[in-house]
């Protein structure tokens, strides 16, 4: 069941019509309890699939919430180890949630990668996504990972080349994580027309699931990534700024987290239903 | 060897948006470097602004204090005051050719932030510095050139407020406008392919001083002596000298305090190999991979990584790895204004510091070379209030 989690539950949507909605949460952040709660309702509220990091001392692909998230998590004491803990119990509660281990790569690195993939695939998660891991350096890990019935997430931009993107598809597992503008998390998306053109591109270039994160904040942008002809989005930073500001007690935020989480998922839905009814403008 | 590596260190360890500059930087390297036109550029601008060669300098009377002879190859006379101007202006140039508008980075002591606005007026480039902002606090005379120089300074507030985080910072900004924007590593450190340019740009050091000692001593040193943490300096100066064996090559680190991992930058002593601001480096960090700040009073030893290529150096046995602890720091900034009259920079002082403390490391017939990285007048305050408070129980 481990193995084939991530590509029934893209099946799944497909087959209901809906985009997955991607959530990425940085653990511990500010303590573990919270972390657990946080992941809940986004479960409960239209996350399909949970993006776990685990926090890093210098996220450099990270925007600056994301950045304060890491180092409150790191301030808190949370270790790797900790965070795939929560990993295992997250599938427990929530067997049909496929899991994806973010972190950057010194983290695998020191641990071992064979022995940081044993853990991940021990917590029951399906597979890593690693930011400052590029398909050049990814490439001596992905059979490893493919042994272990692992995915290890490859990322596109929009300044990949499309000879790159060629390689990049290829190597693909699990889905493929386009980032949609040029910077960091957190980071507003301020227009989608630019990264609607990116989504068909690679879309054509590859036949695996699409996923559209960075910068997406609101039902309106994952509706029209969504339409644009992607998979799904991920959503990240826009989460942990809701509880972020509300320091006394970031419980009160999951109200707010709940809704924002429904109405991304909404837009994950509108924009499928969107694109099904557009004429397709090849004839 | 593997492109971009140094035996196992190396490599390009980036977030997939910022590989295309990578690459597209690669290329321009190998393209324009060689050509006629560049290089007659660049050691043009070396010499007429920039003051190349630097003199080696026989430090006679620091020599009788020693015990064998000391040359100081004279990196402290190139304009700016230090080194770093070998590598911007060679940056900068390139970012020209290259169509860039802009260019970025980080400083701590401000030595390259410094160098980066010079380099960048001259070749007619915007300047943004990020900078730490207890490095802005520490470093005030510097930012106040770099202002007035015409560079926009940005105090980078995250993590602790070091070199470290302003390192995260630039990478951060590059990400968002690396078309336009070249970002210009001051060191041997970050991805493929910046410690490869870095080093080449700083060799110009090494060649200078291999011409200069053969005809002052008709033989190659038995020695140099350079500081760093990056590996700039070092590695400029020890570039034309890696395959001569008979020539002992010293890397001295920030000791700090004590050589102990909360006081310290010592990460050849203290660290491991681990990934750290896109390449794969000794870096101080801990049982996890979580980075640990360094701790020095010199703010350009203050990171917590070894560029990979003298990573690998220092690994395969061809470097000696070594350190200088702050208070042999100060002693040697006192010898070398009291033997020579030259007033050494913090980092500059670890070298010296490191040929005071260990006369047995050098035999009295050894011709030493220290690379007198640059100069201290940056340092009069801090030298000045540390000495107040070591000497004070």
Known sequence: ???????????????????????????????????????????????????????????????????????????????????????????????????????????????????????????????????????????PYLNLAAKKQLHIILQVAPTTSERRLRRIANSASGFLYLISLEGVTGTTLKRTDAIKRVVKKVKAKSAIPLVVGFGIMDGKRAEAIVAAGADGVAVGSAYTKIYAERRGNPLDALPEIAGLAHEIKLGCILGLHKRQSTPSTCF | MKRGRYGRYGGMYVGEVLVHALLELEEAFKRIYPTEEFQREFHGLLRDYGGRPTPLYYARNFSKLVGFKVYLKREDLLCGGSHKLNNALGQALLAKKMGKRRLITETAAGQHGLATVMAGNVCGLETEIFMGIKDVQRQASNVKKMVLLGAKVKPVKAGAGVLKDAVSETLREWAACSRTTHYLIGSTVGPHPFPEIVATFQSIIGEELRKQVLEKEGRLPDAIVACGSGGSNALGAFRPFIKEKSVRLYFVEGGGESRGAENSAAAFQLGSPGVLHGGLMMVLQDTWGQIRPSKTRAAGLNYPGRGPEISHLCEVGRVKPCYALDHEVFKAVRMMCRTEGLIPALETAHAVAYVLSNPDEFDPDDVVVINYSGRGDKDVETILRCERELNTP
């Open chain 1, 1 to 139: 069941m481990n193995s084939t989690l991530l590509e029934e539950k893209f099946e799944g949507l497909r087959r209901r019509f809906e985009g997955a909605h991607v959530a990425h949460v940085y653990y511990g952040d500010p303590c573990e309890r919270f972390s657990l709660k946080l992941i809940e309702t986004l479960c409960e509220n239209g996350a399909d699939i949970i993006e776990l990091g685990i926090p890093f001392s210098d996220p450099i692909a990270d925007g600056p919430i994301f950045q304060a998230a890491c180092e409150r998590a790191l301030k808190n004491g949370v270790t790797p180890a900790r965070c795939l803990e929560a990993a295992r119990k997250l599938r427990d509660s929530y067997a049909e949630t496929p899991i994806i281990i973010t972190t950057y790569f010194n983290v695998p690195y020191i641990m071992g990668f064979h022995k940081f993939m044993d853990y991940v695939r021990a917590a029951g998660a399906q597979g890593v996504l690693i930011p400052d891991l590029p398909v050049e350096e990814a490439e």
